[in-house]
Structures are given as structure tokens and as C-alpha cells.
């Protein structure tokens, strides 16, 4: 049972515009979550993550809302630059688990 | 600058074979993971391992194994390898005091093929 889902592939944005990647989720003991970056042949990074304490965190570019009443966060990405062409992750975990749970991943392409 | 190294960036195997992945982190980092990424799957954890010789399942370890004899390195085992095994295998190592509350930091992966 996938817990964490992200239910776009794949996205195309055309540069300098906002990306807007979602992601929801079921578990309703999971309060903090993180977005990761994944180049191909490369390991994720981290980029940004949120406390289910706030409904709001920003990082540069970088801004994550968080609902939780709708189990829905999304990721901001302003303006879209050609480096973010990426595949993004969303991962979930709850308090005192060591362990995330990853969402399937979303392909965004940023088009110049 | 933190890093996580895995042994190979590419590796064929023929069916039947047993192999060995290794991960090494030089993080001091107490907590170590092993993954698999399929397309459409995304992350999915197969063991990960909070202490030197403590090891717990995660959600797909059937056909693995691991070992950690020691706290840098961290190893997933394919008793006898089958084409349903081939994939990307991410290492990643976190630990409770990070800076970021379950950061985990990955190393490149290893593209495993099985024929």
C-alpha cells in the first residue's frame, strides 16, 4: 500500500515560470517531510522540508506548503530554471522512525 | 563535505549468482539504508541497519540480506540473484543528530543487471 503517493509522472515547465509539484499522502501519524532531488546517475539530495507544525517553509526558490488536513503537500519552484530539470521525491516519516517513506517520483523538465 | 561511496556505479551478474554491494559513509553516521529504485516504484527501502550489527527489514527484503560489522560500512547481500533484481541500489546513512531531522545522504547508486 503506497502511503505516499505522488500522482504526476512527469511535468513540463517552460523556464522563468512556477513548477508546482504535489504530493499526498495517508498515514496520519507521519509529521514531517522532505522534498529530494535526483539527477540521473547521481544519488538524491535534500532540498527542503517541512514540520507538521507549520503549513509553510521557504528556501530561495524553494517553497513547501503543507495541508494537513487534505494529507496534501506541494512543492514551489520560482522561477523555474533549467538545473531544476530533475526527478523529485517526496518522503515522509513520524515521530522517533528513523525510516522515510518515499513517494514514486515525479519528472520535472524545465524547457528554455 | 559529507559522502557516501558504494563500490560499483555499474555491475552485471548472471542469474544464480551470489553479490555483495557495499556502502561506505565517513559521517560517523549511526543509521545506514539500503534501497532499490524501479521506474514508475520509486524508493523502496529493503533493510537498513541503527547500530553496528543491527539490522530491520524494510518494506521489500525478500531475496537480500545485509551486514554491518562495522559502523562506516554497510552491505546488501544477494544470496542468488534473479532478473527481477536488476535495478538502481541506493545506499544512504543519516544520523539522530543531524542538522535536519531524518536527513539521510545518498551515495551514487549502483545499476545492477542480472541475466
Known amino acids: 500500500d503506497q502511503q505516499v503517493k505522488q500522482n504526476s509522472p512527469s511535468l513540463s515547465v517552460q523556464e522563468g515560470r512556477i513548477s508546482i509539484l504535489n504530493c499526498d499522502y495517508t498515514?496520519?501519524?507521519?509529521?514531517?517531510f522532505l522534498w529530494y532531488k535526483k539527477y540521473p546517475a547521481e544519488g538524491p539530495t535534500f532540498l527542503i522540508s517541512i514540520s507538521s507544525i507549520k503549513d509553510k517553509n521557504e528556501d530561495g526558490r524553494f517553497t513547501v506548503f503543507l495541508n494537513k488536513s487534505a494529507k496534501h503537500l506541494s512543492l514551489h519552484i520560482v522561477p523555474s530554471q533549467p538545473g531544476d530539470s530533475a526527478v523529485y521525491f517526496c518522503a515522509a516519516s513520524d515521530f522517533g522512525n528513523e525510516k522515510l517513506t518515499f513517494g514514486t517520483g515525479t519528472r520535472l523538465t524545465i524547457i528554455p | 563535505d559529507v559522502k557516501v561511496t558504494q563500490s560499483s556505479r555499474y555491475l552485471v551478474k548472471r542469474t544464480g549468482e551470489k553479490v555483495f554491494l557495499e556502502c561506505v559513509q565517513d559521517?560517523?553516521?549511526?543509521?545506514m539504508f539500503w534501497y532499490r529504485q524501479d521506474p514508475g516504484l520509486g524508493l523502496r527501502l529493503i533493510y537498513f541497519?541503527?547500530?553496528?550489527?543491527?539490522?530491520e527489514k524494510g518494506d521489500i527484503p525478500e531475496g537480500y540480506s545485509v551486514s554491518r560489522e562495522k559502523k562506516e560500512r554497510f552491505s546488501l547481500i544477494l544470496e542468488s540473484a534473479s532478473t527481477n533484481q536488476t535495478s538502481m541500489y541506493l545506499c544512504?546513512?543519516?544520523?539522530?543528530?543531524?542538522?535536519?531531522?531524518?536527513?539521510?545522504?545518498f551515495g551514487p547508486g549502483t545499476r545492477l543487471t542480472v541475466l
Open positions: 541497519s541503527y547500530d553496528v550489527k543491527m539490522k
Open positions: 498515514n496520519s501519524m507521519f509529521d514531517y
Open positions: 559521517m560517523d553516521h549511526e543509521n
Open positions: 544512504a546513512s543519516s544520523s539522530p543528530r543531524g542538522r535536519v531531522r531524518n536527513e539521510q545522504f
